[in-house]
DNA sequence: AGGTAATATGCGCCCATAGTAATATAAGAG
DNA sequence: CTCTTATATTACTATGGGCGCATATTACCT
């Protein structure tokens, strides 16, 4: 693990980029494993566009990376690079299960993963 | 510690509550202990009532509890209701002491506790 | 009551950003 | 090349929220 974050500018994004409903789903759902563009915007009905703007906008904020392969895009959770950012992946983890809205975004996951994405797995 | 944070909504609105810059100020000012309104201003060198403002969103969002005592307020950290709640707490805590707007606002702190600040203590 | 200090709030302006819809780009498939 | 699918981006609107300024409220003192 890296240093500890050096400037409040970093705190602060990373902050906003958790401070979204959309994001906050996305980040949870990101937990189960990488995943492309079209599932994120299946499994969570969210339209497309936004989707792929609010995962643009975690990229920049560098809390999640992304592999393209041929037409897809897949993104998953970014290794921490600082203590600080490591803490705030836990609270996703560690607390969001017993939250309706993420328990039911991970039914629709399992049975999309089930009949498959619409992309080939790596 | 209490059960889970149980609706998005509390979630959401406490990510919301930590993005801000003069918000996460307060936030990791007031991991020192209780401090009136006018000390948060005076020590962050913010406009009264931008503290007083900030510190009322924080108590909304149940991050802070206030006591008051004749014309003074004293806020402080609340206590965390949530496991996701304190790991939250924990990310102010484990790193942000090498930021230095905040290492800089913990000096402003310490001289103004030598001197007193603009209230009477407990 | 009148004065002062501490805190809270109402109001208006402005900017950042979320959202929608339409479209552009890019990569196969045939 | 054309069609389809996956993803990204642009243009626009709406709105939430931050900020500053002035003022209200509250408590205490004389």
């Known amino acids: 693990m890296a240093r500890a974050a050096t ?3 970093q705190i602060d994004r ?3 980029a958790f401070a979204n409903r959309s994001r906050l789903r996305i980040l949870y759902l990101l937990q189960r494993g ?6 994120v915007h299946t499994i969570l009905d969210l339209p ?4 792929s703007r609010h995962l ?9 990376q ?6 897809w895009s ?13 803490k705030l992946v836990e609270c996703l983890g560690c607390c969001f299960a017993e939250v309706p809205e993420f328990k039911a975004d991970e039914a629709r996951a399992r049975k999309l993963k089930k009949f498959g994405g619409c992309c080939p797995q790596k």
Do not use: W
Not at 48 to 51: D, E, K, M, V
Not at 74 to 86: I, K, M, R, V
């Open 14 to 16: 990373i902050f906003r």
């Open 34 to 39: 990488e995943m492309c563009v079209g599932d």
């Open 56 to 64: 643009a906008y975690l990229r920049k904020a560098g809390l999640v």
């Open 66 to 71: 992304v592999r393209r392969a041929g037409q």
């Open 74 to 86: 897949y993104y998953s959770l970014a290794t921490p690079g600082t203590p600080f950012h490591q």
């Open 48 to 51: 497309q566009p936004r989707a």
């Open 7 to 9: 400037t409040i500018n």
